[in-house]
């Protein structure tokens, strides 16, 4: 049985290149999969409290911090093109006439003088850089509010997949997130094992 969440408030359209949602419920148990390898997997008991501890995948352009919650999950997201302010050249015209000094300066141990004599001749104008920016935060709202037993949070360095296992009102639960290098998308695929019990409402949030 196939079936889909409400997506609602998902922004600008080309965040529909960014992200797939495929929902599945299957009659036999959550998503078959193959044994992983125990030391190839990172897992908790309980979701990420802060973005440190949330999960990454990526693909060299797209990338996403996967928190594993069970009510509003949350997927950080960014994109290699999101930066703060805009290109500018980084190279000082002439300004590799102070190198030999700076150099000089290194092998007799005086990094700071170096180190001064680097950033005003060889660090670009402005010397403030760019910074990367997040993209913004998905967010899958779940209805149901009953308690969450057997929770388990994990991710597969091998297969680079993060996967969010957990039982709540008589079904099990998975939800699994990765980054596709060949298709350049982010991919959320929810499962569960009885028909018709995903549900869920997604939001795009700044």
């Known amino acids: 049985m196939r079936t889909f969440g409400q997506i609602t408030s998902l922004g600008p359209a080309f965040v529909a290149a960014l992200l797939l949602f495929g929902t599945w419920a299957a009659p036999g148990g959550c998503a ?9 997997i990172l897992w908790y008991a309980h979701p990420a409290d ?3 501890n949330a999960f990454p995948v990526g693909n060299g352009r797209l990338g996403a911090m996967v928190f594993g919650k069970t009510d509003d999950e949350e997927i950080q997201l960014n994109e290699e093109t999101y930066w703060s302010g805009g290109p500018y050249s980084t190279v000082v015209k002439g300004g590799y006439r102070a190198l030999p000094d700076i150099r000089k ?3 007799e141990g ?3 003088l170096a180190h001064i004599l680097f950033g005003r001749n060889l660090m670009g104008s402005p010397i403030e850089q760019m910074k990367y920016q997040s993209l913004g935060r998905l967010v899958l709202r779940f209805p149901s509010k009953e308690p969450v037993t057997d929770y ?3 991710l597969d360095l ?3 997949v993060v996967r969010t296992e957990y039982s ?3 079904v099990r639960f998975a939800r699994e997130v990765f980054a596709s290098p060949v298709d350049q998308v982010i991919v959320v695929r929810l499962t569960a094992d009885r028909p018709g019990r995903i549900a869920f409402k997604a939001q795009l949030q700044g």
């Open 32 to 40: 078959e999969r193959a044994p992983a390898d125990p030391s190839t």
């Open 50 to 52: 802060k973005w440190e």
């Open 105 to 107: 300066l290194v092998f």
């Open 110 to 112: 005086n990094y700071k």
């Open 152 to 154: 388990r949070h994990e």
């Open 158 to 160: 091998d297969a680079a």
């Open 168 to 170: 709540q009102g008589g």
